[in-house]
């Protein structure tokens, strides 16, 4: 009686073919990463300030299925991005723009790619930006995203 039943093996040549797949198999660590998804992050960093970042696919145009990161720079939250890197399947991730090079820019782009991908950073938080559940914009700064209500909707709740 040969094969392995009910999760026991009835011979040792059964455990040992066993053994055979398992070496076989693929390590973790070669597995393919899953995909990030389009959203929007925001890193609070230890000095206590924060920035929020797009991740996008573009859609149109001689760049269609690109995917690019952009950096939130004005009071808008949803149009006030300036693009400043391109999010590859390479290892290298996020590669940014050569003007952007050896400045702030790429320095966040390095920070962001290692949290996205789940290295804990001591003392950044990386926080994925949902809606609020009032006027249904973009939250960014990390209080808002926590409590689910933007900043000016919160005071208007009575909120201090």
Known sequence: MNGITNGNP??????????????????????PRPEIPNCRVTIRF????????????QQVGVR???????????PDNSTDFEEF????????????YRR??????EEYGAILWSMLNGEAIED?????SRNCLRCNRTLTTPEAVKRGIGDECWKKEGGK
């Open 10 to 31: 009835s011979t040792l040549a059964d455990l040992d073919d066993d053994f055979a797949t398992a070496l076989k198999r693929k390590p973790v660590s070669t597995l």
């Open 46 to 57: 230890p000095c206590g300030t924060h920035k929020t970042f797009r991740i996008h696919t």
């Open 64 to 74: 269609a299925g690109r995917r690019f990161v952009s950096l939130l720079i004005g």
């Open 85 to 96: 890197a391109e999010l590859t399947t390479a290892a290298a991730g996020i590669v940014v």
């Open 100 to 105: 952007w090079r050896g400045k702030k820019p």
């Open 124 to 128: 950044h938080e990386l926080l994925v």
